[in-house]
């Protein structure tokens, strides 16, 4: 049997994944539940417990294959990037309506109906799907209404076939955004989770966490002396840490050092960075 990285496949000793059948050991293997995150944000921890660390989060309308339901805890694996782990029960919801938009700004409110000066009754990041059932108009500001009753202002959508031209402007549109290890919503975001999310806006799906990013992301890429053939969109990556370059100067990420989503000068980066964790370990072009 092959080695699995336990990130992307849902196995442990006890239970796993029916599609991993013949290549793990496992007592029992089921085939996932579908189900749908119906909360904002998701977080997903490495155990099931609410001490347990974040490894990542999920959206608002992303879907899930649920393996095991447990004492309000459930084992799930993301279908948009495959990431494994624990989520509370109360997070899931049917797959009851087909997404239709996604949200294009980094935070929006839900509105209980099509007006602004209703109190919200949630918010979203950019990246949620939702399902726009109705358009609405109240004093000049467009709404787009949800299954739910609830709605949205319509210019902080995109239709799903509409993807974004450049993902580095969309990872642009998070500066200010407070950094959160596990973060991947724009209410919180780590380094790898900016890049995932501003390609998700941009009609590419990548892995979620660095190392997996360093490893399958275009091609690899050498800068040449001085780092010279940098470029905007080139990606940088040190040892569990990853940056997008928005110019062959500068770049863009999110960050323990000021914890936020910032720029910063790329040789500035590099002598700061190199401190403490040294040299980058790979460059690659998306």
């Not at 699995?4 to 442990?12: K, S, T």
């Not at 939702?130 to 709404?143: F, L, N, S």
């Not at 000068?265 to 190199?274: E, M, S, V, Y």
Request: proline share 6%.
């Amino acid at each position: 049997m092959t080695a699995r990285d336990a990130r992307l496949h849902a196995f442990r000793s006890d239970l796993a994944d029916v599609r991993l059948k013949g290549e793990v050991a496992a007592d029992r293997f089921v085939a996932g539940r579908p189900a749908r995150i119906a909360a904002s944000v998701a977080d997903v921890r490495r155990a099931p417990r609410p001490d347990a660390g974040v490894n990542t989060q999920l959206l608002f309308g992303d879907d899930v294959l649920v393996f095991e339901d447990v004492e309000g805890w459930a084992w799930i694996q993301a279908e948009r990037d495959g990431y494994v782990g624990y989520v509370t029960e109360t997070v899931l919801g049917g797959r009851d309506h087909a997404p239709t938009h996604l949200i294009s700004v980094p935070r929006t409110f839900l509105y209980p109906g099509p007006d602004l000066r209703f109190p919200p009754s949630g918010q979203l990041s950019m990246g949620s799907a939702v399902t726009v059932t109705d358009v609405a108009e109240t004093r000049g500001t467009h709404y787009a209404l949800l299954p739910s009753g609830e709605a949205l202002i319509s210019g902080h959508l995109r239709p799903l076939n509409k993807p974004a031209a450049d993902y580095v402007a969309v990872a642009e549109t998070f500066l200010g955004t407070p950094y959160l290890w596990g973060g991947a919503s724009g209410f919180g975001i780590d380094c790898s989770g900016l890049v995932q999310l501003a390609m998700h806006m941009a009609g590419r799906q990548v892995l979620r966490d660095s190392d997996m990013q360093a490893a399958t992301i275009g091609e690899s890429l050498e800068p040449g002396p001085n780092f010279a053939g940098l470029r905007r969109g080139d990606l940088v990556f040190w040892k569990g840490h990853v940056a997008v370059m928005t110019d062959p100067e500068t770049m863009i990420h999110a960050n323990g050092h000021t914890m936020l989503v910032s720029r910063e000068g790329f040789k500035d980066a590099l002598a700061r960075i190199g401190y403490l964790y040294g040299a980058p370990t790979g460059f690659r072009r998306p």
